[in-house]
């Protein structure tokens, strides 16, 4: 799982090209929109599409996404729970 | 023109050191290929961090010189934002592309799409100074920044009081490569500073972005007229020209400068020597592409480097002639007051 996380953070930073941004600024449980590191709802898009390339995962329900990007630790729980079924 | 148009304030970036407002223009040296690239000034100053790890290179570009036209007028929000650019963010376009082959057209990032659309500089424009006017970019290849001109000029006919006017072009290394097959630039490594006597066919490739506020408050620099032409031959090259200039009351000799397109091409460059012998022989020229290089929406360099000659007060009167590889011809007429 901590593998899982800081490789997700180091593809978020490179998806979305937060600069000056490093994994270890990113806290597990902080929240990805609005506070934490404020993405927006392109964003939201675009790591919807990095769980697509990187992981084969497809998040059809919109309102699934909603909770699935809300940090790096949901991200990294949902990815788990897809790979192990 | 019954309202008369002034240049209010202009920016631009490009392969010269412009964008910092000094207008010394250097025959740059070339290394690798004919291509001359912009010069970026740093972008943190204009457009916020959050925005800016999204957008390309040419949107970084073209808004940052937008700011900067408007930050040079004190004026915030212009009436309107007409531009014109050739290819839009090509850099974009290629990723966008690239996904579509890679990932067999699923999972693509919107993004690039985006940002791909040619008005997407207008659209970054308006939102940053919240300008809900008239909004419209054409994309006419060698035209596209003539249309926007000749747009802003009809929208300050109809009322507009400024407009805020530009062209802006990137070149890639794939696009390049593209145009190099069907001839576009030299085959040899040719300089600036030869590529006038290079006696070959192509040119040097360039890019830039260049933007102007027009309006109707008296300025240094009156915008007397533009006049497009579409693939004429030499005689309608000639004709144009004096139709043009008694249009708007000049005499030949009147035009004291002379800033002409002309890039070195032996397939074109004829078309220059019809406006030169028009002129007077004691009408100063400068080929402003050999600081800029060729691209679609370069003959805003010109109107910027006629803009700046007029500003330093060595000319009175400015004639701008550019064409795009002999089919969109532009003549251009500024005074200074």
Redesign the interface.
Known sequence: MEALKLKLKQEIIE?????DTKPEDIDDNAPLFGEGL?L?S?DS??LM?LL??NYKIKVEDPREGRKILQSVQSMAEFIMSKQAA | MEIKCYIQASAAISPQQSFEGSYEPQLLPLEARNLLRAQEPGYAGFIP??SL??MSRLLKMGLTTALQCLRNANAPVPGAIITGTGRGSLQDTEKFLHDIRT?EE??????PF?QSTYNSVNGLIALQQQCTDYNNTFVHRGFSFEHALLDSLLQIQEGAESVLTGGFDEMTLEHFFIKSRIGYWKSALTQPAEMLVSGTPGAIAGEGATFFLIGTAPGAVELMGMQMSYKPDAAGVSETLAQFLAQHGVKEEEIDLLVSGRNGDVRFDHFYDIAEKALTPATAKIHFKQFCGEYDTAGAFGMWTATQELLSGRHKTALIYNHFYGEQHTFILLQRH
């Open positions: 998806a979305l090209n937060l600069q404020g927006d392109i898009l675009e599409v697509e390339r | 961090p959050n790890r999204r990932y699923t999972a693509l990032n919107p993004t985006i």
